[in-house]
């Protein structure tokens, strides 16, 4: 999906934390989107997620504005997972289930993921009960396993062990690199970045810098 932004601004408690010409984000590519604390990064994933609809500006999905069938392409990983206060495997099967995907599907389809993303143990246990690693492993799961057109992440490995980290971003890679799907990942990890981003957005006071 290629995500065309102009004219974006943002503004907050009178104060203007986006203000963006144009930027265009490659289509079925990694993009990172770096910065300073406050510079809008987080604020900006959640206009593309079309979680935040007081700006102004123009935002095109594969030529298209935001609709339903767009909206059901794409999903959102954040810093803070939710999750129901059910079982992982629950948590997991959700995105499928909303679907009507049949149930044979949806069982091979959650079983593929669990085991990419060596959550086995996590199968039976309460969601709400996980760890910080467990819990992005499972709400990075619960993104994959519909293969959306377009993976948003906010943070997805902030303050979890370096053993998560390396198969979360294993898993981000393979995801990217198997259905040519569109990732935006915010991050504050320079070395990540460099790591699994095909291009790289830096910005700053809201801007986009060079």
């Known amino acids: 999906m290629k995500i065309s932004l102009s004219n974006i601004k943002k503004i907050y408690n009178e104060?203007?934390?986006?203000?963006?010409?144009?930027?265009?984000?490659?289509?079925?590519?990694?993009?990172?989107?770096?910065?300073?604390?406050?510079s809008g990064k987080s604020t900006l994933l959640n206009i593309i997620a079309g979680l935040d609809e007081k700006y102004l500006g123009t935002i095109i999905y594969d030529q298209e504005v935001i609709n339903r069938e767009i909206y059901n392409k794409m999903t959102l990983v954040s810093q803070k997972p939710y999750l129901f206060r059910r079982k992982v495997y629950y948590n997991i099967e959700y995105p499928l289930r909303v679907r009507n995907i049949n149930k044979a599907d949806i069982k091979k389809k959650v079983n593929e993921i669990?085991?990419?993303?060596?959550?086995n143990e996590l199968k039976e246990k309460k969601a709400h009960l996980l760890s910080g690693g467990e819990s992005q492993k499972v709400s990075l799961a619960r993104a994959l396993v519909f293969e959306p057109k377009l993976l948003l992440l906010d943070e997805p490995t902030s303050n979890i062990d370096p053993e998560s980290i390396k198969v979360l971003e294993r898993e981000i890679l393979r995801f990217n690199k198997e259905t040519k799907a569109t990732v935006?990942?915010?991050?504050?990890?320079?070395?990540?970045?460099?790591?699994?981003?095909d291009n790289i957005i830096y910005l700053e006071n809201g801007r986009v810098s060079l």
């Open 15 to 38: 104060k203007q934390v986006l203000d963006i010409d144009l930027l265009e984000i490659e289509k079925g590519k990694i993009t990172g989107i770096i910065g300073p604390n406050g």
């Open 114 to 119: 669990i085991d990419r993303l060596e959550i």
């Open 184 to 197: 935006i990942i915010v991050t504050h990890n320079l070395e990540q970045s460099d790591r699994i981003c």
